[in-house]
DNA sequence: TATGGAAAAGTGGTCGAACCACCCGATCAC
DNA sequence: GTGATCGGGTGGTTCGACCACTTTTCCATA
């Protein structure tokens, strides 16, 4: 009963629209349709994938959106450059997507993990400050489980996006809200290199110091000490346990 | 020839599904529509508006890319809640649209200037670290530029802004730059009450003190010191500097 | 009566063709 | 050179139809 579900999931439904759309992000941020391009009209993308104007029209107004392209009525439409315009949605598809040479870019990853630290820092302090009770009794329990996966690396990483979830809504800040929404894809997509690289990097880690981390974040929640509970976040972002991490940017991709 | 241009800029041409999209997202915002509920149909709205259903589709997708709604083939169109699916490009919105009572969220407005303090601290602390020189030249050449706009309020914001995306540009991060590419329309937006503020508090800052701030910045870009730096822009979210803003929030709404 | 499953109705997804609104470059008249 | 005009190509919108999927209904069956 209480046992967790098989998590079968494989289906996905293909939509022409999102097929087209990750294919042509997928030429530009490789490169071959460069910053001022115009990308071939409507009627020609259509013609050259088979599917109807209407399709490929939803698929451009979604790279609109991401703000890889700008779509002028008259004019066509024009590739921009993603560092200008780009929105914050586009960053899964930047960590996701290998360049020319079929690598991915490290240095993005990076810029993610400092930006984390530091919205997860401000979390954390706005939630111990105005945090209810209900807030507060979710996060001890999603703690506890987290204690019982330690074998179960997928239900880990699960749990621990809840926990960080919950600590982001305890922060009642609908501005962090929204920014863990837009960044929680990545944190869960497989395709990612984050989750590879954290998997990877809790493979080298001891179970006992693992409980042992999470044991003291109880602590700190029931205290609600938010200078101990700062100073744990920080330990996880130490060099000493960045070691894998460091070595994948040292090589600026991977 | 220098003379800064007249900034003409009324015209906007004004999508069909556009103005749909923001109609039905104001009716979801106001909580005409609550989560759960199901719109009506595209072919029902198509109806309604008087339009093809092709715009309508194109309108809900928009909303479905804010994580406003959820479209599922053969079930209908969900409201989903925006705290737990909102996308960041939701946040202007939240701003700029007032309630069933006409008053706009100024706690959002609060959460999303706690959220600005720490990401500029971060991006000044990335920024002194990594900067080029053409870096540094740009920044100082545009608070050069902002000391002669203290008596045009606009183009003392738009400079302003300006600044803002440069230091986020030196920081070298991309997810700062697409972090700040999401939020800048806020910024930017008229009918947005972060401008409205802005330009309110300034009217009560004497010149000189103002002209006095940017000079002390312009000194920290030059020696490149952070620590004065960050106290600079703390000065600026400290709670004497923010006397209008806190009486909003005192209120809840405005 | 409860259950399973087929049929029906309603939904979003895609299609094709046509026309409208707009931008841009070529051409022309001055 | 300058400005106006025009034509071809682009995205924006419309119409009507059909496909794919979900939900509901309801009937045959156990």
Redo the contacts with the bound molecule.
């Keep these: 009963m209480a046992r967790a579900a098989a998590t079968f999931q494989p289906i996905r439904?293909q939509?022409?629209?999102e097929t087209l759309a990750a294919q042509i992000r997928k030429e530009i941020l490789r490169g071959t349709y460069k910053p001022g391009d115009r990308?071939?009209?409507?009627?020609?993308l259509?013609l050259a994938f088979?599917?109807?104007?209407?399709?490929v029209?939803?698929a451009?107004l979604k790279l609109q959106a991401l703000g890889l392209v700008s779509?002028?009525?008259?004019?066509?439409?024009e590739v921009q450059s993603y560092r200008d315009t780009g929105k914050l949605d586009l960053l899964i598809h930047l960590l996701t997507t290998p360049d020319a040479e079929g690598r991915y870019d490290a240095r993005a990853l990076l810029s993610l993990v400092e930006v984390s630290r530091t919205l997860y820092l401000q979390a954390v302090e706005l939630a111990f400050e105005r945090m209810k009770p209900e807030d507060t009794a979710k996060i001890l329990e999603l703690l506890d489980r987290q204690i019982t996966l330690v074998d179960d690396p997928d239900a880990f990483a699960r749990n621990s996006v809840a926990i960080h979830k919950t600590i982001f809504t305890a922060a009642h800040s609908i501005t962090l809200r929204l920014l863990f929404n837009t960044l929680q894809e990545i944190f869960e997509s497989e395709s990612s290199p984050f989750r590879a690289v954290i998997r990877e990097e809790l493979r080298g880690v001891e179970h006992e110091r693992l409980l042992g981390w999470f044991r003291q974040v109880r602590k700190c929640v029931e205290k609600r000490d938010v200078a101990a509970m700062k100073k744990l976040v920080e330990t996880v972002y130490q060099p000493e346990n960045r070691r894998l991490f460091a070595e994948f940017v040292a090589k600026k991709t991977f």
């Design positions: 439904n939509n022409i629209s990308l071939p009209s409507e009627r020609e259509a088979g599917v109807n104007r209407m399709t029209r939803e451009l779509i002028r009525q008259g004019a066509g439409v």
